[in-house]
């Protein structure tokens, strides 16, 4: 039987289509909540990331009352590198909201999500967002979605396709539109009258998969799921259906379901219904929780597999422990394991004859973004260089390859072209997007690494780029490096002024004086194509004599910044990025010069 007193709803768009402001629409004009939980914008972008980048990255769940119904919104990433967020969440929902910017129609991202949720078996409605900008093509983007729709396998959707123009930044929707709209309610009515609510059995016995886990400090871990069948009560004796095919049986602490933008606690749940249970300690995502006299599993969640690694490592350096309090091999194990219970895109495996961690993710970003909540918990560790994930499919060395979308002005396409060409990336099409044009290319995920800030130094911060992965392909020739060396230092202590001068013609440099500095240290970029070994930190020599010139002023070129994902892309193998709380340097493997030529010599004598 189908419930009509409730729906289940994913939002699902390329990054920056407009989700969470869509999402702060429909609470303003629909709930009841408190005005002063609704200020500002992208209320649902809670975490302090979130906040910064100005993406989603976490998935999230709200409910909406209207006309009766109750509507569960699941607001999801709009990034690649976040899609296993999607692939999970989307078993939740019985429909999705798709939505398209109304200038730049579907995007890469756009294609991947609704192929999952076209995957789930959801039902979409295609929101075409941002109708008020200028360059909006409304008419044109529908159509295309609506192409993407029919390539993607949901040509059974297209005889009665429900779609609808809105502007969320505006706060309307409509029907038509050259007519702008008054309020959301169009788009409200479409998801009542157009969506199915969800096929349950109530009298089945319980069945319910965990797609994400939740964490308290009062109540500990919460495991979060849509009921598929039966009815589940609070105090509830159930069974737990893990890995391996393990049966736990286990007690409902507390349940409880989304209203608003909260939780409430509620006695009994029943089929159809997204809720929030406490109390099951051990139980992971892909769990099933079932009757205890009718143990029935359902299919575990599967993702897409990761296609880059990383090397984890504790902090080496002789800077360790002065900013952070989690300095040990233990606590770095002990904290990947923690994230592994909810990031199921992730994958960590120790380095045999090591105390590091391969981590494997969706990309840089993805990555990234752990590497920064752990810093900002206080974690010190140094990273190596992104690599691909390579696999063996039919005796042959296969690596991952992606499509590279990058929209920039028309006069600056030759350094693109050219930057991209150089990574083995072939030109597939061009099409106009105003004064802009959009390239795709197909690229191996190697060539990916380093290639966007280099593209935006091309074309001085005008390209926008995007990417999502293609396909696994054999592995073709080798991928150009960095071009050029870096500036390493030979001792250790504070970066000064005159030193650092006489450096910066031959370089980029990446300190300022004053900087704690020591041996092995990457200081800046070299000019040339090899490392140099350099001093900063040597003064000038003070004699009784004056000579013309020696009282210059010294005038230094501003360093460069490192922020996190450009610091990984610009490392080599024999280097490393070292994280702090408060500090991200770049370094030698191994610090001492000595031994880095020993290593050397060795591996040329091979």
């Not at 495996?349 to 810093?375: K, N, Q």
């Not at 390579?390 to 991952?400: A, L, N």
């Not at 929209?407 to 004064?435: A, C, N, T, W």
Request: hydrophobic share 35%; proline share 5%.
């Amino acid at each position: 039987m189908r419930r009509n007193d409730l729906r289940n709803v994913v939002i699902i768009a390329h990054v920056d289509h407009g989700k969470t402001t869509l999402v702060d629409c429909l609470l303003r004009q629909s709930s009841e909540q408190r005005e002063s939980d609704l200020r500002g914008e992208r209320i649902l972008d809670s975490n302090d990331l979130e906040k910064e980048r100005g993406i989603t990255i976490l998935s999230k769940n709200i409910a909406i009352p209207y006309r009766g119904v109750k509507i569960n919104v699941i607001d999801t990433p709009g990034h690649a590198d976040f899609g296993g967020e999607v692939e999970r969440v989307v078993r939740m929902a019985d429909g999705a909201l798709v939505l398209v910017d109304a200038a730049e129609g579907p995007m890469p991202q756009t294609r991947f999500v609704l192929e999952k949720a076209l995957e789930a078996g959801v039902k979409p409605i295609v929101v075409i967002n941002k109708i008020d900008r200028p360059d909006a093509r409304s008419m044109e983007v529908l159509d295309e979605a609506l192409e993407l729709l029919a390539e993607l396998g949901g040509d059974h959707f297209l005889d009665d396709a429900s779609y609808v123009f809105a502007s969320s930044k505006e706060g309307y929707a409509t029907d038509d539109p050259s007519k702008p709209g008054t309020d959301m309610t169009p788009l409200l009515d479409r998801l009542v009258d157009d969506l199915p609510g969800p096929d349950v059995e109530v009298d089945a016995p319980l069945q319910m998969l965990v797609t994400t886990l939740d964490w308290s400090e009062y109540v500990g871990r919460i495991a979060i799921g849509r009921i598929t069948s039966g009815t589940m009560s609070a105090e509830q004796t159930v069974a737990v259906h893990q890995s391996g095919d393990r049966i736990a049986r286990r007690k409902v602490g507390g349940l409880h379901i989304f209203d608003k933008l909260g939780r409430v606690e509620v006695e009994k749940a029943s089929a159809g219904e997204v809720v929030a249970i406490v109390g099951l300690d051990d139980v992971e995502i892909g769990d099933t929780i079932c009757h205890p006299d009718h143990p029935m599993p359902l299919d575990r969640l599967k993702v897409d597999e990761p296609t880059l690694e990383m090397v984890f490592s504790i902090n080496s350096s002789p800077m360790v422990g002065r900013e952070g309090k989690y300095v040990t091999t233990r606590q770095l194990k002990t904290r990947l394991e923690k994230e592994l219970e909810r990031n199921v895109a992730l994958r960590v495996a120790p380095i045999e004859g090591t105390e590091a961690y391969a981590v494997r993710g969706r990309g840089v970003l993805h990555l990234s973004v752990l590497i920064e909540t752990m810093r900002r918990e206080g974690y010190e560790l140094s990273v190596g260089k992104p690599r691909v994930v390579f696999q063996e499919i039919d005796g042959k060395k296969h690596e991952p390859y992606e499509i590279l979308n990058v929209e920039v002005p028309e006069e600056r396409m030759g350094p693109v072209m050219e930057l991209v060409g150089h990574r083995r990336g072939l030109l597939e099409d061009i099409s106009p997007r105003g004064s802009y044009q959009l390239l795709r290319f197909n690229i191996p995920a190697r060539g990916l690494i380093g290639l966007r800030t280099r593209l935006l130094n091309a074309t001085q911060g005008t390209a926008i780029i995007h990417h999502r992965f293609d396909s696994y392909r054999p592995v073709e020739g080798e991928v150009p490096s960095r071009g050029n060396g870096v500036l390493v230092s030979m001792t250790s202590g504070k970066a000064v002024p005159f030193s650092l001068f006489t450096l910066q013609d031959r370089s980029e440099l990446f300190v300022r004086p004053g900087d704690e500095i020591y041996e092995g240290m990457i200081v800046g970029e070299n000019v040339r194509d090899n490392d140099m070994t350099v001093n900063p930190t040597r003064e000038k020599k003070l004699t009784n004599m004056r000579a013309s010139g020696s009282d210059d002023n010294v005038v230094l070129k501003p360093a460069r910044e490192l922020f996190l994902e450009a610091a990984l892309e610009f490392i080599e193998d024999d280097e490393l990025v070292e994280i702090t709380p408060l500090s991200i340097r770049l370094r030698k493997a191994v610090l001492r010069e000595s031994d880095r030529r020993r290593i050397g010599r060795s591996g040329s004598k091979a």
